[in-house]
Every structure is written in structure tokens, then in C-alpha cells.
């Protein structure tokens, strides 16, 4: 059964992301989520202050939001809290990693994200998955994977969501704001899926099969650097 968003929205006007790229990225982003620390507080009142000086008066009202989402819901249900956080971070602007830092390929921070109010299919992605961790939701219930989006011939990243362990996933997406099991997503052909514990070569719609964890590159220093940074406000 899908789990219907407030918005339920089909936003045309979003593009996925750019062209199909090297497994390189995927190990890259798997050994982000291996990485993090745990435990620790993804905001702050300092933090907020410090995006507002940084980014401006509507960053740190958006991270105010945010604050209050994770500490409101903390109690709901698992699926109340998939729509919650799917249509929270939905709410960004699409935007190329071009567009909005001028690089080719940036994995921006859940802040930087909500600094900037724009975000690429990585970011996205990347911040429901914290978000939702920091909420109580089961690390290993969760994966980024890497998919092909069928209609647009491009390359795309969605949050993943396994309600009973070897079942269909639910798929929280910025494309489509239904959330929907993968098994009426025909318009996503999956790749590769991953968290903090491996990776997974996602032949089937399912969990696939694991074929190991990454090594250490720049990509992750890099944002694990800015990570530390932010938490350090």
C-alpha cells in the first residue's frame, strides 16, 4: 500500500539528476553514511544562528522548522514521520550542483541544503536519511539508492524505507511526493542501494545483494570536514 503524502505532487518541473556516473560515487556515498558519528545532535540553537549569518534570516527560519519537526514527532509512528520528512525536505528547490555551488559533483550537508533552500536528487536524499535517523527510524530500515529515472534518462538518488526485513521497499522521493512501494515505480530502474552498513547491488526491487562496503576518497573527507564544522557550532 503507498503511503500518500500531503502533497502527493508530480512536480514536472524537477529534473533528477545528471547523467548515469561511475560506481565511484556510490561506494563514495556509502562510506559517507558508514562514517557519521552516531548519537550526535544534527541542530542546535547555536547552529541556527549560525546558518543565519551564513545564508540568511529564511536559513535559519527553515532550520528552525526543521529543529521542531525532529523534536515534535519524535513519538509518532514510523509512517507518519516518512510523510512528515518526505514532504519537509520536498519543499526545496530542485537545483543542479552547478547551479547551485558551481562544482560538478557536491554532496551538500543536510544545512547546507536548508542554508541554501535548493537541493540536487543526492541532497535530497541524503537529508531525509538523517533526519529520519535522528527521529528513531531503524538505521538498517533505510537505504540511499542509486536508480535510473526511466523518463528522463537520467541518473537518480531516492530514500528507501523496508517496513518488514526482505520485503518491497517504500520510496520517498523529491520526483513524485507519493510515497510508493518500488514495485509501483516502474519508472525507476534500480542500481545500487546502501547505508551505513555496505553496500547492495540492487538488481531486483528488493534488497538485492550485498557486495561489500568502500574505501576511504576526498569526496567524503571533504563533507564529513564540513559536517564536523557545523556540529562544532
Known amino acids: 500500500m503507498p503511503i500518500t503524502s500531503a502533497t502527493g505532487r508530480l512536480n514536472p518541473t524537477r529534473s533528477g539528476c545528471r547523467r548515469y556516473r561511475t560506481r565511484g560515487l556510490v561506494l563514495a556515498l556509502a562510506l559517507l553514511l ?7 545532535a544534527l541542530v ?19 532550520m528552525t522548522e526543521w529543529q ?19 514532504d519537509f525536505f520536498n519543499q526545496l528547490t530542485y537545483r543542479s550542483d552547478l547551479n547551485i555551488w558551481g562544482k560538478n559533483d557536491y554532496w551538500a550537508t543536510p544545512v547546507e541544503a536548508l542554508g541554501k533552500g535548493q537541493a540536487d536528487c543526492e541532497d535530497y536524499s541524503i537529508a531525509k536519511y ?10 538498517e530500515k ?21 517496513p518488514e526485513a526482505g ?8 520526483l513524485n511526493g507519493q510515497i510508493l512501494s518500488a514495485d509501483k515505480r516502474g519508472d525507476l530502474a ?4 546502501f547505508n551505513a552498513e555496505g553496500l547492495w547491488l540492487a538488481k531486483s526491487r528488493g534488497r538485492g545483494e550485498k557486495v561489500g562496503s568502500s574505501s576511504r576518497i576526498s569526496l567524503w573527507q571533504d563533507l564529513k570536514a564540513r559536517m564536523a564544522r557545523e556540529m562544532a557550532q
Request: aromatic residues 8%.
Open 34 to 40: 558508514c562514517g557519521l558519528v552516531a548519537g550526535e
Open 44 to 62: 542546535s540553537t547555536a547552529l541556527i544562528q549560525w546558518a543565519g549569518q551564513e545564508y540568511g534570516e529564511s536559513a535559519a527560519r527553515r
Open 68 to 86: 521542531a519537526l525532529m523534536e515534535r514527532h519524535q513519538g509518532g509512528s514510523e509512517a507518519e514521520k516518512l510523510i512528515l520528512v518526505n
Open 130 to 139: 538523517f533526519t529520519l535517523r535522528e527521529m528513531g527510524v531503524p538505521e
Open 142 to 162: 533505510m537505504r540511499i539508492m542509486y536508480v535510473k529515472a526511466l523518463e528522463l534518462d537520467q541518473a537518480h538518488m531516492v530514500l528507501t524505507y523496508y
Open 167 to 174: 520485503g518491497v521497499p517504500l520510496v520517498l522521493d523529491n
Open 190 to 193: 534500480p542500481v545500487y542501494s
